[in-house]
């Protein structure tokens, strides 16, 4: 039997945040690791999080494979990592982790991905959270869903508990979610494996993941990279588009709707986007955000959310003609064909043939040479 642990007292309803800070940098491959510097000086980090904690390092891994704008560029955990260290943050305080999830592993993906050089020379430790304690937790906030979705309890790993959190993701689109970032980069580390039972109700879950996260860490900070960003059918099978961008913030709703107004998107069309602005769990009206570093206010990138071959399958069972088949699909020992399906067309199907010709266009731009010297 699991562990249980009881949230403290039952924190008062948020009040809206009428404004918020995102700060934007652009930036190149030779200066990227000071302009990660830069961006997370002009978000105010160190005001956020205390060198007297210890910080977790959410990376993100979409794919075990390296695809470009997938998952957690090398550069960029290199500038977060080199920046906090320089400002006196302990190795041993910074904790870098990631998840497992039915489709990638993590530290395969920690190579493949360069991280694990990037950790080793500045004397960190990874720590896949499949190799830590989980225990289930009570969460005192309203959620929406995941109390339904987990009746026997969310299980969390027993090392966030009182633990600052420093987020990494990239600027990309999501078939589930139209875009991804700072929320659903939680989505991977505060729910185990069988957390594709949240995507029917995948923006609910990533507001639940916001309360969640008020409750569980003292700081939450975000660090994002858009050198290269992520358009149409994400967060995998992506056509990879360098934009020289790297973004920062405390308020993770902020960021996530100024990443998807860079899209092109309108950030409260987007329904966490909008559900979390309307509960107050922060702001995604761009109206109330201040934009600090470079002039992006003409950006807009014109990507569009497609779903690939597999969301749309997973979507057409939980919400479609499939549904009356969704418990036997995807809620019993027969499950196991859906991870093996999506492996066979992702990584013996899509990666050789259309993915390892848009890897080899990156490859020819400068960033793709920055790839290859880690």
């Known amino acids: 039997m699991p562990v249980v642990i009881d949230a403290p007292a039952t924190p008062e309803t948020p009040s809206r945040r009428r404004t918020a800070r995102v700060a934007v940098v652009r930036t190149r491959p030779e200066t990227v690791i000071e302009d990660y510097a830069r961006v997370m000086d002009l978000a105010g980090y160190q005001a956020v999080l205390s060198r007297d904690r210890d910080t977790l390092l959410k990376l993100n891994l979409s794919w075990t494979k390296y695809f470009p704008a997938c998952s957690s560029q090398p550069w960029q955990v ?3 990592v080199t920046k906090m260290l320089g400002d006196g943050f302990a190795p041993s305080r910074l904790l870098p982790v990631e998840n497992k999830t039915v489709v990638t592993e993590p530290r395969e993906g920690c190579r493949n991905n360069r991280w694990e050089s990037v950790l080793a020379r500045r004397g960190l430790t990874y720590t896949p959270l ?20 987990f009746p026997e309890g969310i299980q969390i790993p027993a090392i966030y508990p009182g633990r600052q ?8 689109t999501h078939g589930h979610a139209v875009m991804t970032g ?6 991977g580390g505060l729910l185990r494996e069988v957390r594709h039972y949240a995507h029917k109700y995948m923006h609910e879950v990533l507001v639940d ?5 008020r409750e569980l860490h003292p700081a939450v900070f975000t660090v994002m990279d858009g050198t290269v960003a992520g358009d149409g059918a994400g967060p995998r099978t992506m056509i990879p588009v360098v934009k020289n961008l790297i973004l920062a913030a405390e308020d993770s709703i902020a960021i996530d709707a100024i990443a998807a107004r860079l899209m092109g998107f309108d950030p409260l069309s987007i329904p966490f986007l909008r559900m979390a602005h309307e509960r107050g769990l922060g702001v995604a009206d761009p109206r109330d955000i201040e934009l600090v570093g470079d002039d992006v206010s003409r950006e807009n990138f014109g990507f569009r959310t497609k779903r690939s071959l597999v969301i749309w399958g997973d979507q057409m069972i939980r919400r479609g003609f499939l549904r009356p088949l969704e418990r036997i699909l995807l809620h019993s020992p027969l499950m196991v064909w859906a991870p093996f399906a999506s492996n066979v067309y992702h990584d013996w199907f899509w990666y050789p043939t259309v993915g390892r010709s848009r890897i080899r266009t990156f490859m020819r731009t400068d960033w793709g040479a920055l790839f290859r010297r880690y």
């Open 78 to 80: 290199d500038g977060v």
């Open 130 to 149: 499949t190799d830590v304690e989980w225990q289930v937790y009570r969460f005192s906030s309203p959620l929406l869903k995941l109390n339904a979705i």
């Open 209 to 213: 993941l916001l309360y969640m996260q």
């Open 165 to 172: 959190i420093v987020h990494l993701p990239t600027v990309k």
């Open 182 to 187: 700072s929320v659903k980069n939680s989505f």
